[in-house]
């Protein structure tokens, strides 16, 4: 099998890469939109298998094309039953589950718009999107979150309905639209186009409120058939099994979003896992077996800090750590020597393989986005058989503008374009993007319309970055997040975070130092890491307050900053940390649902931990 791996055009201004475009492996959809997709493989290949749905005793049945296409028909007759009509925006409100791709399909089929809301979103964020949107009805998972919807309704006079999934709603519609003629479907799907609006994805918002951003039908064919043609044919050469992958990321976010239109588009066998808490992954992982996953840095993290803690207690912990370094190490080189090969071979089924049956046992790739996941993880997993292919992309751009390119990884960057995208550094370092997958705008409340971000195509996204003279991608922080000490040095805080965060024994981590001396951090515990080392050292009894002012464990953290330390400057490098007895969380207002820190909340949330650390002490517990 032939695989197209298209080459970067570079641009160079003063010696330096400022711009790298690669050319789309696809021509544009000149006509249809995504309403189409699931009948259009009804009618292409009706027995393939495009879905594993769970079943009540636990086990994974198959859908078909015609089944799922059918059951899509049938719901869009419910909607057009229920008098929505062509642009109507249809909310949904749920975890990752088949009902959730099944509606959003449905929708589009009788000519709305959706809007999704992340499931763990408050009172208000959830009045937000549904007054910003103009949405006229909703569907929510559960009956919590249907009375969550209902105490805001007297702000909503337009939400003229509201379903709730557990209560039967997709049998409701389907009973609905029982008397509305096929040709209604057929007529509301004529309507639409490349250039219709899909849908209107909320940014989380790390400071602000979300702003809507507008995708079109045309924006996700453009990012999910190039994507599809780029990393298909690999998946299918290298595995030599049909593709399938559990999606666990949330479909409100942009990124699961994409992950389903691409999976459908390409009938690819997609399963949902609503739940990423450990027990409930890992259990959905081994049943349903994919073969590839999409996921963000966390989940990888907590399988490897799982798999560290695991050969800890049962006396393993120095083999697996040699395992990790070799693992690495194979990861890193380009040409492993006969003695690195080897090493690897030694550790494959002592530590190696059981990482791959933690994430089903067929799993050989891995995509990860929405933050960095670090050198040292993507070259373990790369060593130990799980070629990791780090993205970059934004709301704004349907996900992914740049991807690593199968078998060209180069760690410490985001991959090269995505093919039908460009990408530009400004002069202040701003990543600028381009292409058939960005946005068409902001959506404008007023005037029902998204506004033009620029008249030229290129979307700012806020990052600052560089490329290399192949095209890879380096993102190196945030342009509002660029810490500026009181010695004028300039400091990007991700490097230090990628890398603390990864550590088995922290929660979360934000580097700090704008207008002052030297650069400090806030460090929280992961809970389940911290479990674990207070069985293994007998300090079960220690209230936490206590315990976070135990010498041996700050003694362990300090190593971790002082590894960090090492990445950066000495100017750039952590002077003092405090460590936090309580967790950031998206309760507790500290993360976006996609797990960003809000570093304006914990910075005044913690204003007086944060001044503590300029006052002479080198690491202190929040009182």
Same mark, same amino acid.
């Given at each position: 099998?032939?695989?197209?791996?298209?080459?970067?055009?570079?641009?160079?201004?003063?010696?330096?890469?400022?711009?790298?475009?690669?050319?789309?492996?696809?021509?544009?959809?000149?006509? /249809?939109?995504?309403?189409?997709?699931?009948?259009?493989?009804?009618?292409?290949?009706?027995?393939?298998?495009?879905?594993?749905?769970?079943?009540?005793?636990?086990?994974?049945?198959? !859908?078909?094309?015609?089944?799922?296409?059918?059951?899509?028909?049938?719901?869009?007759?419910?909607?057009?039953?229920?008098?929505?009509?062509?642009?109507?925006?249809?909310?949904?409100?749920?975890?990752?589950?088949?009902?959730?791709?099944?509606?959003?399909?449905?929708?589009?089929?009788?000519?709305?718009?959706?809007?999704?809301?992340?499931?763990?979103?408050?009172?208000?964020?959830?009045?937000?999107?549904?007054?910003?949107?103009?949405?006229?009805?909703?569907?929510?998972?559960?009956?919590?979150?249907?009375?969550?919807?209902?105490?805001?309704?007297?702000?909503?006079?337009?939400?003229?309905?509201?379903?709730?999934?557990?209560?039967?709603?997709?049998?409701?519609?389907?009973?609905?639209?029982?008397?509305?003629?096929?040709?209604?479907?057929?007529?509301?799907?004529?309507?639409?186009?490349?250039?219709?609006?899909?849908?209107?994805?909320?940014?989380?918002?790390?400071?602000?409120?979300?702003?809507?951003?507008?995708?079109?039908?045309?924006?996700?064919?453009?990012?999910?058939? *190039?994507?599809?043609?780029?990393?298909?044919?690999?998946?299918?050469?290298?595995?030599?099994?049909?593709?399938?992958?559990?999606?666990?990321?949330?479909?409100?976010?942009?990124?699961?979003?994409? !992950?389903?239109?691409?999976?459908?588009?390409?009938?690819?066998?997609?399963?949902?896992?609503?739940?990423?808490? *450990?027990?409930?992954?890992?259990?959905?992982?081994?049943?349903?077996?994919?073969?590839?996953?999409?996921?963000?840095?966390?989940?990888?993290?907590?399988?490897?800090?799982?798999?560290?803690?695991?050969?800890?207690?049962?006396?393993?912990?120095?083999?697996?750590?040699?395992?990790?370094?070799?693992?690495?190490?194979? /990861?890193?080189?380009?040409?492993?020597?006969?003695?690195?090969?080897?090493?690897?071979?030694?550790?494959?089924?002592?530590?190696?393989?059981?990482?791959?049956?933690?994430?089903?046992?067929?799993?050989?790739?891995?995509?990860? /986005?929405?933050?960095?996941?670090?050198?040292?993880?993507?070259?373990?997993?790369?060593?130990?058989?799980?070629?990791?292919?780090?993205?970059?992309?934004?709301?704004?751009?349907?996900?992914?503008?740049?991807?690593?390119?199968?078998?060209?990884?180069?760690?410490?960057?985001?991959?090269?374009?995505?093919?039908?995208?460009?990408?530009?550094?400004?002069?202040?370092?701003?990543?600028?993007?381009?292409?058939?997958?960005?946005?068409?705008?902001?959506?404008?409340?007023?005037?029902?319309?998204?506004?033009?971000?620029?008249?030229?195509?290129?979307?700012?996204?806020?990052?600052?970055?560089?490329?290399?003279?192949?095209?890879?991608?380096?993102?190196?922080?945030?342009?509002?997040?660029?810490?500026?000490?009181?010695?004028?040095? *300039?400091?990007?805080?991700?490097?230090?975070?990628?890398?603390?965060?990864?550590?088995?024994?922290?929660?979360?981590?934000?580097?700090?130092?704008?207008?002052?001396?030297?650069?400090?951090?806030?460090?929280?515990?992961?809970?389940?890491?911290?479990?674990?080392?207070?069985?293994?050292?007998?300090?079960?009894?220690?209230?936490?307050?206590?315990?976070?002012?135990?010498?041996?464990?700050?003694?362990?953290?300090?190593?971790?900053?002082?590894?960090?330390?090492?990445?950066?400057?000495?100017?750039?490098?952590?002077?003092?940390?405090?460590?936090?007895?309580?967790?950031?969380?998206?309760?507790?207002?500290?993360?976006?649902?996609?797990?960003?820190?809000?570093?304006?909340?914990?910075?005044?949330?913690?204003?007086?931990?944060?001044?503590?650390?300029?006052?002479?002490?080198?690491?202190?517990?929040?009182?």
């Amino acid at each position: 099998m032939s695989v197209i791996e298209p080459q970067p055009r570079i641009t160079l201004v003063a010696g330096a890469v400022r711009e790298a475009s690669v050319p789309a492996l696809v021509p544009p959809v000149p006509h /249809g939109s995504l309403a189409d997709v699931p009948f259009g493989n009804a009618a292409v290949e009706p027995e393939a298998v495009v879905f594993g749905r769970k079943r009540a005793d636990g086990g994974w049945g198959d !859908v078909t094309a015609s089944a799922f296409a059918a059951e899509v028909h049938a719901a869009a007759k419910g909607l057009i039953a229920a008098g929505l009509q062509p642009g109507d925006r249809l909310a949904l409100m749920a975890r990752t589950t088949y009902e959730w791709t099944l509606l959003d399909f449905a929708a589009w089929a009788a000519g709305l718009v959706t809007v999704p809301v992340y499931p763990t979103s408050s009172a208000f964020q959830t009045r937000w999107i549904l007054q910003d949107s103009g949405a006229v009805a909703c569907v929510v998972e559960d009956p919590a979150q249907g009375r969550l919807v209902s105490t805001e309704r007297r702000g909503l006079p337009g939400l003229a309905h509201l379903w709730v999934l557990d209560a039967g709603a997709v049998d409701q519609l389907k009973r609905a639209g029982e008397r509305v003629p096929d040709e209604a479907v057929t007529a509301r799907r004529g309507l639409l186009g490349p250039e219709t609006l899909a849908t209107l994805v909320y940014t989380s918002g790390t400071t602000g409120r979300p702003k809507g951003c507008a995708l079109t039908h045309g924006n996700f064919f453009a990012e999910v058939d *190039n994507a599809i043609a780029f990393l298909h044919p690999v998946f299918r050469e290298l595995s030599k099994e049909a593709p399938a992958t559990l999606l666990f990321l949330p479909l409100a976010h942009v990124f699961g979003r994409m !992950v389903a239109i691409g999976c459908v588009r390409a009938r690819v066998r997609l399963g949902h896992a609503p739940s990423i808490e *450990n027990g409930d992954l890992l259990a959905d992982l081994a049943g349903f077996r994919p073969t590839f996953l999409l996921a963000i840095p966390y989940v990888l993290e907590k399988v490897y800090n799982s798999a560290r803690a695991t050969a800890e207690r049962s006396g393993r912990a120095s083999s697996f750590d040699r395992a990790a370094r070799v693992a690495q190490r194979y /990861g890193h080189e380009d040409e492993p020597s006969l003695g690195l090969r080897a090493a690897r071979a030694l550790y494959d089924p002592l530590v190696y393989r059981r990482i791959r049956d933690a994430l089903g046992g067929r799993v050989r790739h891995v995509i990860c /986005g929405g933050s960095p996941l670090g050198t040292r993880l993507s070259e373990f997993y790369s060593g130990a058989g799980i070629d990791v292919y780090e993205g970059y992309g934004l709301t704004e751009t349907c996900a992914a503008s740049t991807v690593t390119p199968p078998r060209r990884p180069r760690t410490g960057t985001v991959g090269r374009p995505l093919p039908g995208t460009a990408v530009r550094i400004a002069d202040d370092g701003e990543v600028w993007l381009k292409g058939g997958h960005v946005f068409a705008g902001y959506w404008d409340a007023q005037r029902g319309v998204a506004l033009p971000f620029n008249d030229e195509g290129w979307f700012p996204t806020g990052d600052l970055g560089a490329l290399d003279e192949d095209g890879y991608l380096r993102i190196t922080g945030r342009k509002k997040d660029i810490l500026i000490t009181s010695a004028g040095k *300039n400091v990007a805080p991700a490097p230090l975070e990628d890398w603390l965060r990864a550590h088995p024994l922290i929660g979360q981590c934000l580097v700090l130092g704008d207008n002052r001396p030297y650069i400090t951090a806030l460090l929280t515990l992961d809970q389940e890491g911290l479990v674990h080392w207070r069985r293994m050292r007998r300090k079960d009894h220690l209230p936490i307050r206590q315990l976070a002012r135990d010498e041996e464990l700050l003694g362990v953290l300090q190593r971790a900053v002082d590894e960090a330390n090492r990445l950066v400057s000495r100017a750039e490098s952590i002077r003092a940390f405090r460590v936090l007895t309580t967790e950031w969380s998206e309760a507790s207002g500290h993360l976006t649902p996609s797990l960003k820190l809000r570093r304006a909340a914990v910075l005044r949330d913690f204003a007086d931990d944060v001044e503590g650390m300029y006052g002479g002490e080198d690491a202190a517990v929040t009182p």
